[in-house]
């Protein structure tokens, strides 16, 4: 008579053997499809360089996520908003963000949120790339010099500032129009631009932006960070920032 709850000593070693392959086997992120933003006034801007650009510094993985997943899901909650909203077509985001306490209460909230992750991703983006890195150079080196104590200060202090984050947030380089720079930390994904600031340069300390290479080292991600800092980029938006012609 055949013992249902007994199992063979073949079917034991067969059952060992699967679970070593497994255990064996790389581990694979699984990735849905991006969902398609609706239509609408706003738009995911077209990043200059793929999502392995970066590495070792930023990687692939991470790139992708923040990109198609986070930055997508701030774009479509803006038209999704926009929908009920005819206002928020009228204007560019920047613009929006300037003068959130003049729009309607219902699309305070949206705009700071879903509006400064635009705004501030877009110029996330903007600001990196391959083989970039290094020493500032022009008249944002002069500046950094000038107004934040040389590049070895400023990193230190810029550094220090985004670990001072408690959470989520973002620490930026603000700059007026007479060419002026200051360090600024935001929380959540507020925009200096809500506080009438352009911004120069900035780096995302949200734990999405570094936490599958770095896990709980933020210290780690913003030091090598600066291996993908492009300068030749920062360089056009101080200029543009000096033309007031900066938006995000």
């Known amino acids: 008579m055949t013992n ?13 053997a699967a679970a070593l392959t497994l255990a064996a086997a790389p581990r694979v992120w699984a990735q849905a499809a991006a969902p398609a ?11 200059a360089y793929e999502a392995a650009a970066l590495e070792p510094h930023i990687d692939a993985m991470t790139m992708d996520i923040h990109y198609t997943r986070h930055h997508a899901a701030f774009v479509t909650a803006l038209n999704n908003v926009a929908k009920d909203h005819g206002v928020l077509a009228s204007k560019p985001i920047n613009e929006l963000l300037g003068d959130i306490g003049a729009l309607p209460e219902a699309v ?18 903007e600001i990196m790339g ?18 934040l104590g040389g590049f070895d200060k400023f990193k230190t202090d810029f550094e220090a500032a985004g670990l001072r984050v408690f959470g989520s947030g973002w620490v930026f380089v603000t700059v007026d129009k007479a060419g002026k720079l200051a360090l600024l930390a935001k929380p959540n994904q507020d925009s200096p631009l809500m506080d009438k600031h352009m911004v120069l340069l ?13 896990q709980n080292r933020r210290a780690d991600y913003l030091k090598s960070w600066w291996n993908v800092v492009n300068w030749a980029k ?8 000096k ?6």
């Open 202 to 214: 900035g780096n995302d300390v949200w734990e999405h932006a570094y936490y599958l290479k770095y």
């Open 130 to 147: 391959p083989g970039a890195g290094g020493a500032p150079t022009g008249d944002v080196a002069a500046a950094i010099t000038s107004d």
């Open 234 to 241: 920062v360089n056009e938006r101080y200029a543009a920032a």
């Open 108 to 125: 305070r909230v949206p705009i700071r949120n879903a509006g400064g992750g635009h705004a501030n991703h877009s110029m996330f983006w």
């Open 37 to 47: 933003a609706p239509a609408g006034p706003f738009s995911l801007p077209k990043r």
């Open 243 to 248: 033309a007031g012609k900066l938006t995000v």
């Open 4 to 16: 249902t709850h007994s199992v063979s000593r073949r079917s034991l070693l067969g059952f060992g």
